[in-house]
T-cell receptor, first 111, second 114 residues
């Protein structure tokens, strides 16, 4: 699976949009971009995934560039409970492909 | 939907004893379950992949005789840490998925070996 690069940490004010970037310049055509987050001392929580089109669900929006080499996860109105480590993972949907977790981005939402 | 539970949520045991951790998919049938380990301030590391009715596939460096995995049904997988030692103290997390589908994670089990 392709490697991803994320900033180590980001800050966001409560109520503002949080935009978390991810670079995946070596992504292959059959690889999806997945986002998970992990709140302290909990298991990871699935957020969203996409192939090439932008995606939106009740939690977040995922914007993937046209060349698919980078993406941005958008939390439209961040709350204190969104403070977590956010992982961007590239994964092929073939067979039993696994998730490889990097170090992620620590998002701190402040009042 | 897509709820995965783990039991127990935390366990303390003496060195040399064995500990069993259960992972259940509550509202879907999981063809594949995964076991991860996370040490403090580190990311999740995949330990093994388990398919229902088959032997688990272990990642390099993970001792299959020490970490016994059973996936006897489409909703239950167990991880047994045999002869646990203090260095096995960690946060153990399972996930479950259908083939080629999204993985959903359990809440994790914190193991402390004294």
């Amino acid at each position: 699976d392709a490697k991803t690069t994320q900033p180590t940490s980001m800050d966001c004010a409560e109520g503002r949009a949080a935009n978390l970037p991810c670079n995946h310049s070596t992504i292959s055509g059959n690889e999806y971009v997945y986002w998970y987050r992990q709140i302290h001392s909990q298991g990871p929580q699935y957020i969203i995934h996409g192939l090439k089109n932008n995606e939106t669900n009740e939690m977040a929006s995922l914007i993937i560039t046209e060349d698919r080499k980078s993406s941005t996860l958008i939390l439209p109105h961040a709350t204190l409970r969104d403070t977590a480590v956010y992982y961007c993972i590239v994964r092929a949907l073939s067979g039993y492909s696994t998730l490889t977790f990097g170090k992620g981005t620590m998002l701190l939402v402040s009042p | 939907g897509a709820v995965v539970s783990q039991h127990p949520s935390w366990v303390i045991c003496k060195s040399g004893t064995s500990v069993k951790i259960e992972c259940r998919s509550l509202d879907f049938q999981a063809t594949t379950m995964f076991w991860y380990r996370q040490f403090p301030k580190q990311s999740l590391m995949l330990m093994a992949t388990s398919n229902e009715g088959s032997k688990a596939t272990y990642e390099q460096g993970v001792e299959k005789d020490k970490f016994l995995i059973n996936h006897a049904s489409l909703t239950l997988s167990t991880l047994t840490v045999t002869s646990a030692h203090p260095e096995d103290s960690s946060f153990y997390i399972c996930s479950a998925s259908l083939i080629q589908e999204t993985q959903y994670f359990g809440p994790g089990t914190r193991l402390l070996v004294l």
